[in-house]
C-alpha cells in the first residue's frame, strides 16, 4: 500500500541548535501537509506545499517539496524550547492523506 | 468560536462494552475524520465521510462504526470486536475534499480495561 516513511523517530538537540525532519513517499503525492503536535495535545496545520521543488519559510521553518513530489523536508533554525513537539507530514495521493510516522523534536536540558 | 469538539477528553471503559466518542464541528465543513493515534505512530484512518449520510472505511475500520445523520455530528463508536481498543482517538474535518488544512478536535484517550 502507499506509504509516507518519516525520519529520524527521534531527534535530541541543545536549544539553539538545528532540527531536520524528512519524508519519503512510494507514490508521488498531490501535496503535503505539515502538522504539529504539541505533548498531549492534537495535530495543528503548519502549511501545504503543492508545487514541485517549492520552498516556503515561516520565520525559523523552512518547508521543501521535491522536484519529483515524493519528499518532503521541514528545518528548523535554532531551535527554542516552543518548538518541543511531534511533526507530522501528510502526503495526499489518490484521494487519501497518508500520514508519516512523525519525528518527536526533544530539547536537551 | 468555530471549531471542532470532542467529548469527554478521558474515557474509562470495562472491556465487552461498546463505547460512542462525540465529534461536533460548527465550521460548516463537508468532510468529517476519525484517526487513531497510538504511541510512536502517525494517525490511522478509521472513516471519513464526505458528505451527510454517507462515510466510508478507511485502513483500520475493523471494530468501529460510525454515522453522519448532521453535518456537524460524526460520532464514532468502538464495539467489543475491535481487539485493541486502547488508544488516543482524533476527529477532524475539512471545508471539502483533503486539498485544504484538517482541523483537529483535542481528541479523546480511551482506556478499556
Known amino acids: 500500500g502507499q506509504q509516507v516513511m518519516q525520519i529520524p523517530q527521534y531527534q535530541h538537540v541543545q536549544e539553539g541548535e538545528d532540527f531536520t525532519t524528512y519524508c519519503n513517499s512510494s507514490?508521488?503525492?498531490?501535496?503535503i501537509q505539515w502538522y504539529k503536535q504539541r505533548p498531549g495535545g492534537h495535530p495543528v496545520f503548519l502549511i501545504q506545499?503543492?508545487?514541485s521543488g517549492e520552498v516556503k519559510k515561516q520565520k525559523r521553518l523552512t518547508f521543501q517539496f521535491g522536484e519529483a513530489k515524493k519528499n518532503s523536508s521541514l528545518h528548523i533554525t535554532a531551535t527554542q524550547t516552543t518548538d518541543v513537539g511531534t511533526y507530522f507530514c501528510?502526503?495526499?495521493?489518490?484521494?487519501?492523506?497518508?500520514w508519516g510516522a512523525g519525528t518527536k523534536l526533544i530539547i536537551k536540558p | 468560536d468555530g471549531g471542532i469538539t470532542q467529548s469527554p477528553k478521558y474515557l474509562f471503559r470495562k472491556e465487552g462494552q461498546n463505547v460512542t466518542l462525540s465529534c461536533e464541528q460548527n465550521?460548516?465543513?463537508?468532510?468529517m475524520y476519525w484517526y487513531r493515534q497510538d504511541p510512536g505512530q502517525g494517525l490511522r484512518l478509521i472513516y471519513y465521510?464526505?458528505?451527510?449520510?454517507?462515510?466510508q472505511k478507511g485502513d483500520i475500520a475493523e471494530g468501529y462504526s460510525v454515522s453522519r445523520e448532521k453535518k456537524e455530528s460524526f460520532p464514532l463508536t468502538v464495539t467489543s470486536a475491535q481487539k485493541n481498543p486502547t488508544a488516543f482517538y482524533l476527529c477532524?474535518?475539512?471545508?471539502?475534499?483533503?486539498?485544504?488544512?484538517?482541523?483537529f478536535g483535542q481528541g479523546t484517550r480511551l482506556t478499556v480495561v
Open positions: 477532524a474535518s475539512t471545508p471539502t475534499s483533503l486539498n485544504t488544512e484538517a482541523f
Open positions: 465550521l460548516n465543513h463537508d468532510a
Open positions: 465521510s464526505q458528505i451527510v449520510n454517507d462515510f
Open positions: 507514490t508521488t503525492l498531490s501535496n
Open positions: 506545499l503543492v508545487k
Open positions: 501528510a502526503g495526499l495521493s489518490n484521494y487519501q492523506l497518508i
